[in-house]
């Protein structure tokens, strides 16, 4: 039991992570990526080869995944500049289906279907004993470090900048902000935190095939960020642990209830989701933990000098 609830708490770490980065793109930045399962290919593809085909060490292996995963959001997000909203979405979605589509197509390079097996794991034979338990401290430690890259770049004048774009691209080139800059920006750097999970995802199951990178998985993590609050770091990281915990919590459910199948389990598993999701978005619309409001502050007007106010306060009398 012990070992199973290990598990699910890394893999938690590595979808927060994802949904961190996703979290950037949507929540912070305003664009809609329906193709996050995509990015999460390339970062544990890029990994994946790189170790066991280049001959990269491990982290070499996942600063690739992380680092690749980021150039092709940037770039599609360039390629796409000119697309708006529901189209940009779309196309998103179409990328991230291209990636699966050639994963598992392009035999010589992927192993098709049959996917890539023994990748490597970092410090294997150091804490070989109890390395379950290493990987999930590593994991939270990678999820703590996106968090706070997160934070940073929420709280900085970069992050202002993306919610203005998020609030009204025009207005926002009116004062003078390059729009396309800041999109492609902030699209990498969230492709860099997905690469990056795709990496973590990779090195735990030591094994990946392109039936894992299903459009289902970018619904959870799109649930996770709204489930939390859109734009919120925070909120971000509880919506995945209650989206991880509905999911795992579920499959005990046929040993519980009498006359339940896997299909039903399935179905069930669903359902509750969605009935969750809705209960959240009626009681609380901004999701759990909301987006914090960044308060600026002005400077104060200069005062006048007490001679000068003294010569005034006189003219007034005198009038």
């Keep these: 039991m012990l070992s199973y609830v290990v598990a699910m708490l890394t893999l938690a770490a ?8 996703l979290n950037v793109m949507w929540g912070m930045a305003g664009m809609v990526n329906f193709g996050v399962a995509g990015f999460f290919a390339i970062g544990a593809y890029a990994a994946a080869l790189g170790e066991t085909r280049l001959g990269l060490p491990i982290a070499g292996g996942m600063l690739a995944g992380a680092a690749l995963t980021a150039a092709v959001a940037g770039l599609a997000c360039l390629g796409l500049r000119r697309l708006r909203d529901d189209y940009f979405a779309i196309v998103t979605l179409g990328i991230a289906e291209v990636v699966r589509t050639v994963a598992d197509n392009e035999i010589w390079l992927t192993h098709g279907s049959d996917g890539v097996s023994n990748i490597p794991q ?27 890259v997160a934070e940073a770049a929420r709280a900085a004048p970069f992050g202002r900048v993306l919610r203005a774009l998020r609030d009204d691209p025009q207005v926002a080139a009116v004062a003078g902000k390059n729009v396309v800059w800041f999109q492609v920006r902030a699209f990498a750097l969230g492709g860099a935190m997905i690469g990056l999970a795709g990496a973590m995802y990779g090195q735990f199951t030591q094994y990946i095939t392109p039936d894992i990178f299903v459009p289902l998985l970018t619904i959870y993590i799109f649930l996770a960020v709204t489930l939390g609050g859109k734009g919120s770091n925070t909120g971000t990281l509880l919506g995945t642990v209650i989206v ?34 809705l209960a959240i978005l009626q009681l609380r619309p901004g999701g759990m933990l909301a987006e914090p409001v960044l308060r600026v502050r002005r400077a104060a007007p200069p005062q006048a000098s007490r001679s000068g106010g003294g010569d005034q306060a006189s003219a007034a009398s005198d009038t």
């Design 14 to 21: 590595i979808y927060a992570t994802m949904a961190l980065g």
């Design 122 to 148: 970092p410090l294997r034979g150091l804490f070989a004993a109890h390395y379950d338990l290493f990987y999930l401290a590593l994991c939270v430690v990678l999820t703590a470090a996106s968090y706070a």
């Design 244 to 277: 991880v915990l509905v999911l795992e919590s579920t499959r005990f459910a046929a040993g519980i209830l009498p006359g339940i199948g896997a299909v039903q389990i399935a179905a069930g598993r669903g359902m509750l989701i969605g009935v969750c999701f």
